[in-house]
């Protein structure tokens, strides 16, 4: 018998806290809507949804996310016009959130977020979890499609999804008689990925041209753009005796943070279809996607405050006011990461007799990319060498740079920029791991496929 670790990521001590628990959810749905159509092709539409979700071992045991929808369909005008808008508003309110790893150690009692308690917890009190957290999501959606002309069509289509776990303000220089303790400036936020779904919009616009009855040319063009925040806070674990007024540093707002990945897409398509009589249907196309994405962060607190004499700041106790967000922890942007992905599809039709359609169908694909998290990495990391004075390490040729005569790297990306990104980071003593699947490769797919299609007609 084999037994698995209950908990992912708890390898070290499986059988504590909810390891030794399994988690469950039951969810229940309600949808009520109505559609008014009040001309030939035209109608409007409004809806209820309501979702119940009840939860065991985990923070939240129940909580209730409502959604308001509408949309309007108007297609009445002489020329073939369509015109469509839709918008949802949800809103998810739990009942309680309880994180027994914020509880107080001695006590065991629940610790709030802004509570007066100087207890230093293993999360922090206020951490919350994006997919068990008060949300509220708007989403707004508009098509139009447009016939210019007997040869001539254009369609545009554009939306947008936020998402966002608390209600945030503009931020400020901490208040700390308000907030010492609990979440600074950002008071309504919580430390948390925010906007987990993130902030999607989507543009696409889409032309046909018929240069003939035989012949038609299309082209399509689309940008999507994701945007992702997290607010955390760099924590030190207070010693035995200690709590939070007397760790200087240990948990302050004054060390917060953000990360934002702003993440955009462009997608082209160009094709033809073309017709060879009424038997033969040839397809083709071309697509380009190309990815672009950053990761950015920053301080959320008071920067220049030296942390190794604790300099008070806004005349405060010295402990509120400590600065550790500097050299390898600081808050600092990282390099880009970009993705090509291209395509060239052929798809030959025939019909071979009423009923039977043979397809042919070809693809080419090519993907390339480069990401400073996973392109650097290889099979055997961490396998290095000591110094080139010391012996080195069977299998492991690369050498580290630690040594008399060579620097040694910061490992962060405001450290020294001659290692950063892609040196090879290592551990002497690791060659004994083997990493499988770290980074995803770039590529060449052809594809060939052959179908028969069967369809039943009737008189």
């Known amino acids: 018998m084999h037994t698995f670790t209950p908990a992912e990521g708890d390898a070290s001590s499986p059988g504590e806290r909810r390891g ?16 008014w159509f009040f001309a030939k092709k035209s109608s409007a539409k409004l809806g209820y949804q309501v979702e119940w979700m009840d939860r065991s071992h985990r923070d939240v045991e129940h909580s209730v996310e409502q959604t308001f929808l509408g949309a309007v369909d108007v297609a009445h ?27 107080d150690p001695a006590t065991g009692a629940l610790i709030e977020c802004n ?11 206020c951490s919350r979890r994006f997919d068990e957290s008060h949300r509220v999501r708007n989403r707004g959606d508009a098509l139009i499609e447009y016939d210019l002309s007997d040869r001539l069509s254009f369609s545009a289509f554009g939306g947008t999804t936020p998402g966002r776990l608390q209600p945030t303000r503009q931020h400020q220089q901490l208040d700390r008689s308000k907030f010492p303790y609990g979440c600074g ?20 616009s889409r032309c046909r041209l018929h240069l003939s009855p035989q012949v038609s040319l299309f082209a399509e063009y689309s940008r999507e753009h994701n945007y992702r925040r997290m607010i955390s806070r760099n924590r030190t674990p207070a010693d035995t005796g200690l709590d939070i007024l007397t760790c200087a540093g240990c948990d302050t707002a004054n060390n917060d943070w953000e990360s934002t990945t702003p993440e955009k897409v462009d997608i082209w398509t160009v094709g033809a279809d073309t017709y060879f009589g009424k038997k033969m249907y040839l397809t083709t196309y071309y697509s380009l996607s190309a990815g672009h994405s950053d990761t950015l962060s920053r301080f959320l607190g008071i920067n220049g405050i030296d942390p190794s004499a604790g300099t008070d700041c806004s005349n405060s ?9 500097v050299g390898t922890t600081a808050a600092t942007n990282y390099p880009e990461s970009v993705s090509r992905n291209h395509e060239v599809v052929a798809v030959f039709k025939y019909k071979l007799t009423r009923n039977l359609m043979p397809k042919v169908e070809f693809r080419y ?95």
């Open 115 to 125: 509570s007066s308690s100087l207890a230093f917890t293993a999360d922090q009190r």
């Open 317 to 325: 106790s010295t402990s509120f006011c400590r600065f550790l967000l």
């Open 77 to 103: 005008w002489k020329r073939p016009l369509l015109l469509r808008l839709s918008y949802r508003h949800s809103v998810r309110n739990p009942d309680a959130y309880q994180d027994d790893q914020s509880n």
């Open 365 to 459: 694909q090519q993907f390339d990319n480069k990401d400073f998290q996973t392109s650097p990495m290889t099979q055997y990391q961490g396998c290095m060498s000591p110094a080139p004075s010391s012996t080195p390490v069977p299998g492991c040729p690369i050498q580290t740079i630690d040594s008399t005569t060579s620097p040694t790297p910061v490992l962060s990306p405001n450290g020294a920029i001659p290692f950063y990104p892609y040196f090879q980071v290592g551990d002497t003593s690791a060659a004994r791991y083997l990493f499988l699947g770290v980074d995803q490769p770039s590529y060449r797919a052809y594809y060939v496929s052959a179908t028969l299609e069967f369809q039943l007609l009737t008189a």
């Open 185 to 204: 400036s950002h008071d309504q936020s919580l430390l948390s990925l925010r906007n987990p779904e993130g902030h999607f919009l989507q543009l696409r």
């Open 20 to 35: 030794e628990h399994s988690f469950g959810f039951n969810r229940k749905n309600f949808e009520l809507t109505g559609n």
